[in-house]
């Protein structure tokens, strides 16, 4: 037998109405908020990640999916959502027509991660990018989209941590500090963290090890470092956030794990679903159209990873309504009945009624039984009488109570049912 590559899942029917309930859900608040579908491809340039992402953050160093297609040209799946849109909006002129362009996407990522729950190889992210506006109002609103999903399915107990890692030149200034405090202290960093110390000191700050943590306590706070015009920017978006009623922690040790940030950073994290507790991760990015176009164009967006999103809400006990019944199951005996049922099946589907009918030739009580599994509310019997008649036997499967109805009128009385 061949098995699905490790870190990747079968969407099974009887699960995937979940999925189509997140999305749809997902839809609806995008456009209450006025964003717009983007699709990019699930594969790009390799480059468009390198320069995205950033050459020293764990994805593009360890986690891409990258190889060499048949004409030589070096390839990469989509670890991430935001890099390809923001190609996507440069290389489409996007960045001159009306803005904010408000952008969002529901599509599969690939990490080449150690598998475990909650992580996987190809998952699943919603995500929205709000390009053009480089006010703290725009990154209020990114995160009040984030937790009106939160709230319309349902879900409670994700706490909001927001920081503001700086523009670039407040940053420049802290990792030196940064750096200066780690080096003092890089006898007892973990191995990936003296690494991380000398190309990227910021990622140290959200390192697991507990060696690594203890020492992360006393280092110097960000906070301490921003410019005046980025405190302004995080005072702005936490006076519009408790306006707003969303309520959030300031947490320093928000740093995120792609170099694009700048500013605004958050995360909404969940203790209901193990150590992969992050189930939604944004921030701002000033600096990040001006990799892929000569100008540089303010953005901030987030990504909501849907496996997790599902796994907290089973978890947690939140109800995923189904609507995945059929209204009516045509039961017929014999072929004449047979043909009889396929065209009233074919006739209600016209009327928007949704029909099913016997594909395996089954006896009467395998018919029910099977009825009752895909959830018909109707099974319509077709038998010798009733074909002489020109009428089904019509049951009720929730009482069982059972009626005879002309074959003309069936879509009529589902119709009214
Ligand atoms: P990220 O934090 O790398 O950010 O991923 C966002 C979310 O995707 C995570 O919070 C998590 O729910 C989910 N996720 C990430 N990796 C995995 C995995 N291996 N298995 C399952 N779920 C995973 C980004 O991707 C940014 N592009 C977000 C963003 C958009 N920032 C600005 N705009």
Same mark, same amino acid.
């Given at each position: 037998?061949i098995?699905?590559?490790?870190?990747?899942?079968?969407?099974?029917?009887?699960?995937?109405?979940?999925?189509?309930y997140?999305?749809?859900?997902?839809?609806?608040?995008?456009?209450?908020?006025?964003?717009?579908?983007?699709?990019?491809?699930?594969?790009?340039?390799t480059?468009?990640?390198?320069?995205?992402i950033?050459?020293?953050?764990?994805?593009?160093?360890?986690?891409m999916?990258t190889?060499?297609?048949?004409?030589?040209?070096?390839i990469t799946?989509?670890?991430?959502?935001?890099?390809?849109?923001?190609r996507?909006?440069?290389?489409?002129?996007?960045?001159t027509s009306?803005?904010?362009?408000?952008?969002?996407?529901?599509?599969?990522?690939?990490?080449?991660?150690?598998?475990q729950a909650?992580?996987?190889?190809?998952?699943?992210?919603f995500?929205?990018?709000?390009?053009?506006?480089s006010?703290?109002?725009?990154d209020?609103?990114?995160?009040?989209?984030?937790?009106?999903?939160?709230?319309?399915?349902?879900?409670?107990?994700?706490?909001?941590?927001?920081?503001?890692?700086? =523009? !670039?030149n407040?940053?420049? +200034?802290?990792s030196? &500090?940064?750096?200066?405090?780690?080096?003092?202290?890089?006898? $007892?960093l #973990?191995?990936?963290?003296?690494?991380?110390m000398e190309?990227?000191?910021?990622?140290v700050l959200d =390192? !697991?090890?507990?060696?690594? +943590?203890?020492i992360? &306590?006393?280092?110097?706070?960000i906070?301490?470092?921003?410019? $005046?015009? #980025?405190?302004d920017h995080f005072a702005?978006v936490?006076t519009?956030l408790?306006?707003?009623?969303?309520?959030?922690?300031?947490n320093?040790?928000?740093?995120?794990?792609?170099d694009?940030?700048?500013?605004?950073v958050?995360e909404?994290?969940?203790?209901?679903?193990?150590?992969?507790?992050?189930v939604?991760g944004?921030?701002?990015?000033?600096?990040?159209i001006?990799?892929?176009?000569?100008?540089d164009?303010?953005?901030?967006?987030?990504?909501?990873?849907?496996?997790?999103?599902?796994?907290?809400?089973?978890n947690?006990?939140?109800q995923?309504?189904?609507?995945?019944?059929?209204?009516?199951y045509v039961?017929?005996m014999?072929e004449?009945?047979?043909?009889?049922?396929?065209?009233?099946?074919t006739?209600?589907?016209?009327?928007?009624?949704s029909?099913?009918?016997d594909?395996?030739?089954?006896?009467?009580?395998?018919?029910?039984?099977?009825?009752d599994?895909i959830?018909?509310?109707?099974?319509?019997?077709i038998?010798?009488?009733?074909?002489?008649?020109?009428?089904?036997?019509?049951?009720?499967?929730?009482d069982?109570?059972?009626l005879?109805?002309?074959?003309?009128?069936v879509?009529?009385?589902?119709?009214?049912?």
């Amino acid at each position: 037998m061949i098995n699905a590559p490790k870190g990747t899942k079968d969407l099974l029917p009887g699960q995937s109405y979940k999925w189509q309930y997140i999305e749809s859900i997902a839809r609806e608040v995008a456009n209450l908020f006025n964003a717009k579908e983007i699709r990019t491809p699930t594969f790009e340039h390799t480059e468009v990640f390198l320069r995205g992402i950033g050459e020293t953050t764990d994805i593009v160093n360890k986690e891409m999916y990258t190889f060499n297609d048949k004409g030589d040209r070096s390839i990469t799946l989509k670890p991430e959502g935001t890099a390809g849109v923001a190609r996507a909006f440069v290389e489409n002129g996007l960045h001159t027509s009306a803005l904010p362009a408000k952008l969002y996407y529901i599509t599969q990522c690939f990490r080449y991660e150690r598998p475990q729950a909650g992580r996987l190889r190809e998952f699943h992210q919603f995500g929205v990018e709000f390009l053009g506006a480089s006010g703290y109002g725009t990154d209020a609103e990114v995160i009040t989209l984030a937790k009106t999903l939160f709230d319309k399915l349902g879900i409670k107990n994700l706490a909001l941590y927001i920081n503001s890692i700086g =523009c !670039k030149n407040c940053r420049k +200034k802290y990792s030196d &500090a940064l750096r200066a405090y780690l080096k003092s202290h890089e006898q $007892d960093l #973990c191995p990936l963290c003296k690494e991380r110390m000398e190309k990227n000191p910021l990622r140290v700050l959200d =390192c !697991k090890n507990d060696d690594c +943590k203890k020492i992360n &306590a006393n280092a110097p706070c960000i906070l301490d470092y921003i410019c $005046d015009e #980025c405190k302004d920017h995080f005072a702005g978006v936490q006076t519009l956030l408790k306006d707003a009623g969303v309520q959030f922690k300031v947490n320093a040790n928000i740093v995120r794990g792609l170099d694009y940030y700048t500013k605004t950073v958050f995360e909404f994290v969940s203790e209901n679903i193990g150590a992969q507790g992050t189930v939604c991760g944004g921030g701002r990015y000033d600096g990040l159209i001006g990799e892929f176009a000569g100008n540089d164009v303010p953005g901030i967006g987030f990504a909501v990873g849907i496996e997790r999103l599902l796994m907290l809400m089973e978890n947690t006990g939140v109800q995923i309504p189904c609507n995945e019944t059929v209204k009516i199951y045509v039961a017929p005996m014999g072929e004449q009945a047979s043909q009889k049922a396929f065209t009233l099946i074919t006739d209600l589907r016209k009327k928007g009624i949704s029909a099913d009918f016997d594909h395996m030739g089954r006896g009467i009580k395998a018919q029910f039984k099977y009825a009752d599994k895909i959830g018909a509310e109707y099974v319509a019997v077709i038998g010798s009488n009733e074909l002489e008649k020109g009428e089904v036997k019509l049951k009720k499967m929730s009482d069982g109570s059972e009626l005879f109805v002309k074959l003309s009128d069936v879509s009529e009385f589902l119709l009214k049912a």
